[in-house]
Every structure is written in C-alpha cells, then in structure tokens.
C-alpha cells in the first residue's frame, strides 16, 4: 500500500524533532506549565523539556522579570517535589521570594561561582544529573559549542535547561531549542486596592526550533500563569511615550 506525501511527512517530523531536542510528553513526561495559547508555538503545542532554552535581557530589571518567569517555569517542572540547581555570580534571588512562584527554598540548589567557564562546567555536570528537575544558569556567553555540550547532556538526562544571558557581549547560533526575551509590565490591583499586584511580563518568543514565534503579556497570579488583557499594555505604552 503507497504511503501518501503527508504520512511520510509526518513520520519524518516524528522521527527528526526528538534528535533536534524536542520531546513528547511521552518521551518525557512534564506537568503543564500553564502557559496557555504560547504552547500552540511549540512542537507538539507542548513546552519543550529535556532541552536548553536561552533567555536574552540588556538591563538589569529585564534580567529580574526574567527570573521571574523562569521561576514560574521551574515551578511546574519542579511539581512541589522536585530539585533544582541555580548557577550564578552573585545571588541576586531572595529565596523565600521563590514561594510567590510555588517554591519552596530549600528545593533550590544555589552556586556561586566567579568565572563563566567554571559556570558553564558546573551546568553541564549539572544537567547530566537525572535527579534533577532543572538547571538555571546565569551566565552571559554561550558559544555554540559550549550550547552544544549543554544540550548534548539534556539529551542523555532529560533534565531541562535555562541559560539566562544579561547584556551578553554577543549574541551568536546557539542549539538552544527557544531564545526568548522578557521584560516588565506594570502590575494591577483591581478595585484601586493599595499594595503590590501580580507580577507581569512582556513575554517574547525570539525563536523556536521547528515552531511559531510570538509574543504575549502574561502574569502570574494563583499559582499559574495568566494571560492579560492587550488593553492593559497599550496604556501602558502610551503612558511611556507621554511622560
């Protein structure tokens, strides 16, 4: 019996994307991460797991909203029991700010380390650990080889990586599976209630492997992410550009 065009089609996309670092949840299982309508981006409209993805920010409080976020991340993969490690120069994290995300401190790893080199080392050894939920490394440059490495171990491990990349001197090929960029967005308390509301970000699908890039405004609010209204950001633009 001939095989049609699109069967073969098919059969090829099943057979590449996990070479190219792109599970199934049967591959490798996950919990939802409650990202919604952006999971139509990804292959197989799931969150990539078991591979790297890179975060780019060029200041300082970009580089904060992205840890945010990531936290978030790490959260659903982590599912209340997990562990995970974060690599970095300097804690800019304060822990017990980790249970707005839904975890707790002392699931969390931290390592300090000086040199980017020693830091690249350390998340490769890292992501070979399968005890692992994930690994967060804070860590300017990523060559595509030093990308390479990364993805060779998650591979191996099926433990998910996140390389968060503040005001990189470069910005080159790389095998991560999704480069993204997230910045803030001003929180909102409904009813003009005093205090600070949910955390909120600008979120940016640069690129996805084999996928749909995008952007959308989410916050993080009960314990999940949310999508919020366009009509909140256009204000918010428009009230940059007058002031």
């Known amino acids: 019996m001939l095989t049609s065009k699109a069967e073969i089609i098919a059969r090829l996309k099943r057979d ?3 070479l190219q670092g792109c599970k199934t949840s049967m591959q490798n299982a ?4 409650g990202l919604g309508i952006i999971n139509h981006s990804f292959p197989h409209k799931v969150f990539p ?3 790297v993805h890179e975060f780019i920010t060029e200041c300082m409080e970009d580089a904060a909203a992205t840890c945010g976020f990531v936290s978030g991340l790490v959260a659903s993969l982590m599912n209340k029991n997990g562990a995970a490690i974060w690599i970095c120069s300097s804690r800019n994290i ?3 700010a980790l249970h707005a995300f839904g975890i707790a401190p002392d699931r969390i790893i931290f390592i300090e380390l000086n040199k980017e080199t020693d830091m690249l080392w350390v998340m490769e050894e890292a992501l070979k650990c399968t005890g692992l939920s994930a690994v967060i490394g804070e860590i300017p440059a990523l060559s595509f080889t030093a990308s390479r490495r990364l993805q060779l171990a998650v591979e191996q491990s099926g433990v ?8 990189p001197k470069a910005i080159q090929t790389t095998t991560c599976v999704a480069r993204w960029k997230i910045s803030s967005l001003p929180s909102e308390l409904p009813g003009s209630m005093p205090g600070v509301g949910f955390p ?10 084999n996928g749909i890039p995008g952007k959308w405004q989410i916050e993080f609010a009960a314990g999940r992410f949310r999508h919020i209204s366009k009509n909140a950001v256009i204000a918010f633009e428009q009230q ?4």
């Open 200 to 209: 909120r970000w600008n979120v940016e699908l640069v690129k996805i492997r």
């Open 49 to 51: 797991v078991g591979a």
């Open 16 to 18: 590449i994307l996990p």
């Open 160 to 167: 998910t990586g996140f390389v968060l990349r503040n005001n």
């Open 240 to 243: 940059k550009k007058a002031g």
């Open 94 to 96: 304060f822990p017990p």
């Open 30 to 33: 996950i919990t939802d991460t």
